[in-house]
């Protein structure tokens, strides 16, 4: 089963911050985290295994709440880079297949 | 290379046509996937070979989607008897080991079925 992202869409100025949830059903083991742009390839950002712990890349970060079955990646003071859609894909103990949510569409304005 | 390279990068083909997407992993990486992307959705999996080894091909749609590596590097990802709704973006990943590493996508192969 798919996990859920929520929002579906955000819109941000430069420099504001924004949230965004990856929720499953399932048993997890690992969290990953990728951004696509438009025609290109998905760019890896991090893997979270279970444990909970955070981490981050350039201001990008995010957290695995193993409990809640619940990812979390956070964009603080975001550039125009950081356009995209976003995806969490998840794995379960046995590992070697991701399953993708459905994406967040984010656009940074200047 | 430096990157997983597909190819072609587009490809058009007539319904009822067979058609072969190439993957070529990045050096050294073992594990190799296929996945399906549909316009504005996310990947789904289709397919995972270590090595040469074809370990889980429950994600194919059908018996006309096929896939090989034979030598467990360049992979080969072949569609028989094509039909609209496998109109899609493919696209192919690799990782280093087995097991809960990130994989690093190519750019993908838009196909478009006519």
């Known amino acids: 089963q798919q996990p859920v992202q929520s929002p579906q869409a955000v819109i941000l100025r430069e420099g504001e911050d924004a949230v965004i949830n990856c929720s499953s059903s399932?048993?997890?083991?690992?969290v990953h985290w990728y951004r696509q742009k438009h025609g290109e390839a998905p760019v890896f950002l991090m893997i979270?295994?279970?444990?909970?712990e955070q981490k981050g890349h350039e201001k990008i970060s995010a957290s695995f709440n193993e409990k809640k079955q619940q990812s979390s990646l956070y964009l603080t003071a975001s550039q125009l880079s950081y356009s995209g859609t976003y995806f969490c894909?998840?794995?379960?103990?046995?590992?070697?297949?991701?399953?993708f949510g459905g994406g967040t569409r984010v656009l940074v304005k200047p | 290379g430096a990157g997983v390279s597909q190819s072609p990068r587009y490809k058009v083909a007539k319904r009822g046509q067979d058609v072969a997407l190439r993957c070529d992993p990045i050096?050294?990486?073992?594990?190799l996937f296929w996945y399906q992307q549909a316009l504005g959705q996310g990947p789904e999996f289709l397919t995972y070979?270590?090595?040469?080894?074809?370990?889980?091909k429950s994600g194919l749609p059908s018996d006309r989607f096929f896939a090989e590596r034979p030598e467990g590097s360049v992979s080969t990802l072949k569609i028989q008897r094509t039909q609209q709704e496998d109109s899609a973006v493919y696209l192919c990943?690799?990782?280093?080991?087995?097991?809960?590493?990130?994989?690093?996508f190519g750019d993908g192969t838009r196909l478009s079925i006519l």
């Open positions: 399932k048993a997890l083991y690992s």
């Open positions: 979270l295994l279970k444990g909970g």
């Open positions: 990943a690799s990782s280093l080991r087995q097991g809960h590493q990130p994989q690093h």
């Open positions: 894909g998840t794995e379960t103990a046995a590992g070697n297949k991701l399953t």
């Open positions: 050096s050294g990486h073992v594990s």
């Open positions: 070979f270590q090595n040469e080894a074809q370990l889980d």
